[in-house]
T-cell receptor, first 115, second 114 residues
Framework: NAGVMQNPRHLVRRRGQEARLRCSPMKGHSHVYWYRQLPEEGLKFMVYLQKENIIDESGMPKERFSAEFPKEGPSILRIQQVVRGDSAAYFC?????????????FGEGSWLTVV | GESVGLHLPTLSVQEGDNSIINCAYSNSASDYFIWYKQESGKGPQFIIDIRSNMDKRQGQRVTVLLNKTVKHLSLQIAATQPGDSAVYFCAEDHSGAGSYQLTFGKGTKLSVIP
């Protein structure tokens, strides 16, 4: 049973370009989460999605960032017009359900570098 | 509670000794806690969890202790091995039903001396 799959693992973008990060949840998981991690810091919650629905995006910047989890295919985190401050590791996670007891499993991350 | 810092707290332990990693959480409403291990360049790996109605939970070589009175969580690793070297994060959940947000602490770097 494959874990949470993220790609690309490393992405370099120039300021002003768009970054697209993809995430396929674990088999049987319908809940997807995106977190961001700056160097030497803990992960910060960004958004929680279920198929075709954004459940909670309270941690996501209002501008330039968007996320989707379509009926078919992976979840996508999209960052438009990237700036240097967007450089970070972006982790996707998935779970079978929500609430305590539904273990959340993380992928290996996508490292975005904005130059 | 959380604080943003440039340097992670570091714990150096001799191989074979026991390690204790501490975490203070901020929200008294948190009802679920998890410890994650993160190796360099990798994602967080689930180690053990505990609900707020428990004080202690044991896994393989690991024990988590929860003291709700002082909002303190600890992770004990028995017979620490070189493969245990990593950054350890505690995470708390206080979002309640309908959402699943984890609030992470800033982490502790464990270095195991062979």
């Amino acid at each position: 049973n494959a874990g949470v799959m993220q790609n690309p693992r490393h992405l370099v973008r120039r300021r002003g370009q768009e970054a697209r990060l993809r995430c396929s949840p674990m088999k049987g998981h319908s809940h997807v989460y995106w977190y961001r991690q700056l160097p030497e810091e803990g992960l910060k919650f960004m958004v929680y999605l279920q198929k075709e629905n954004i459940i909670d995006e309270s941690g996501m910047p209002k501008e330039r960032f968007s996320a989707e989890f379509p009926k078919e295919g992976p979840s996508i985190l999209r960052i438009q017009q990237v700036v240097r401050g967007d450089s970070a590791a972006y982790f996707c996670a998935s779970s079978r359900g929500d609430g305590p007891g539904n273990t959340i499993y993380f992928g290996e991350g996508s490292w975005l570098t904005v130059v | 509670g959380e604080s943003v810092g440039l340097h992670l707290p570091t714990l150096s332990v001799q191989e074979g000794d026991n390690s204790i990693i501490n975490c203070a959480y901020s929200n008294s409403a948190s009802d679920y806690f998890i410890w994650y291990k993160q190796e360099s360049g990798k994602g967080p790996q689930f180690i053990i969890d505990i609900r707020s109605n428990m004080d202690k939970r044991q896994g393989q070589r690991v024990t988590v202790l929860l003291n709700k009175t002082v909002k303190h969580l600890s992770l004990q690793i028995a017979a620490t091995q070189p493969g245990d070297s990593a950054v350890y994060f505690c995470a708390e959940d206080h979002s309640g039903a309908g959402s699943y947000q984890l609030t992470f602490g800033k982490g502790t770097k464990l270095s195991v001396i062979p």
